[in-house]
T-cell receptor
Framework: GEEVAQTPKHLVRGEGQKAKLYCAPIKGHSYVFWYQQVLKNEFKFLISFQNENVFDETGMPKERFSAKCLPNSPCSLEIQATKLEDSAVYFC?????????????FGPGTRLTVT | QQQVKQSPQSLIVQKGGISIINCAYENTAFDYFPWYQQFPGKGPALLIAIRPDVSEKKEGRFTISFNKSAKQFSLHIMDSQPGDSATYFCAAVNSGGSNYKLTFGKGTLLTVNP
């Protein structure tokens, strides 16, 4: 598609429950990025993929967060045992292969509320 | 350690005026500087971007000015309109570090009064 698609739009989980978010990048884009936007608008980089390979996971809290980008499937971000502090909007972005523009195009986000 | 500092936090401008948002960075390895516009409930949308080999880039009413020696760059919105009211984020990328992740400033909430 021509836009980054994210589902669901909203997700509510009780503390300790699992949350799974999905992202379909723009067709032809080989890089996928996940960012977390918390209150006061701050963005935090979580992880990036080059096709199905993890490219950079320096921002991931690995004990509870995991992510995958499998061929012919939407990318996913999963949070095991959610905590109140995980409440945020999670954005996925995609960009073209390296050597081309660095422009990252963002999806509409998934708002996760942990109660 | 905040690698990209953005100011002001909020800005109110009259219709037709010029909006100016400033950013400063620490990491001299940054080599790509985009600006994003975000409306409430939406994802950030790329507005305009610049590389450090030029000092200015203009697209319509939006201009980026870049000062490599000062490690500063700014967004100027000419003839600001109420529809420009949004949160603006500057960002930086170190493509030489080969990770391409965006490092964002904390955002500026722009309000353009009619």
């Amino acid at each position: 598609g021509e836009e980054v698609a994210q589902t669901p739009k909203h997700l509510v989980r009780g503390e300790g429950q699992k949350a799974k978010l999905y992202c379909a990048p723009i067709k032809g884009h080989s890089y996928v990025f996940w960012y977390q936007q918390v209150l006061k608008n701050e963005f935090k980089f979580l992880i990036s993929f080059q096709n199905e390979n993890v490219f950079d996971e320096t921002g991931m809290p690995k004990e509870r967060f995991s992510a995958k980008c499998l061929p012919n499937s939407p990318c996913s971000l999963e949070i095991q045992a959610t905590k109140l502090e995980d409440s945020a909007v999670y954005f996925c972005a995609s960009s073209q292969p390296a050597g081309a523009s660095h422009e990252q195009y963002f999806g509409p986000g998934t708002r996760l509320t942990v109660t | 350690q905040q690698q990209v500092k953005q100011s002001p936090q909020s800005l109110i401008v009259q219709k037709g005026g010029i909006s100016i948002i400033n950013c400063a960075y620490e990491n001299t390895a940054f080599d790509y500087f985009p600006w994003y516009q975000q409306f409430p409930g939406k994802g950030p949308a790329l507005l305009i971007a610049i590389r450090p080999d030029v000092s200015e880039k203009k697209e319509g009413r939006f201009t980026i000015s870049f000062n490599k020696s000062a490690k500063q760059f700014s967004l100027h919105i000419m003839d600001s309109q109420p529809g420009d009211s949004a949160t603006y984020f500057c960002a930086a990328v170190n493509s030489g570090g080969s990770n391409y992740k965006l490092t964002f400033g904390k955002g500026t909430l722009l309000t353009v009064n009619p």
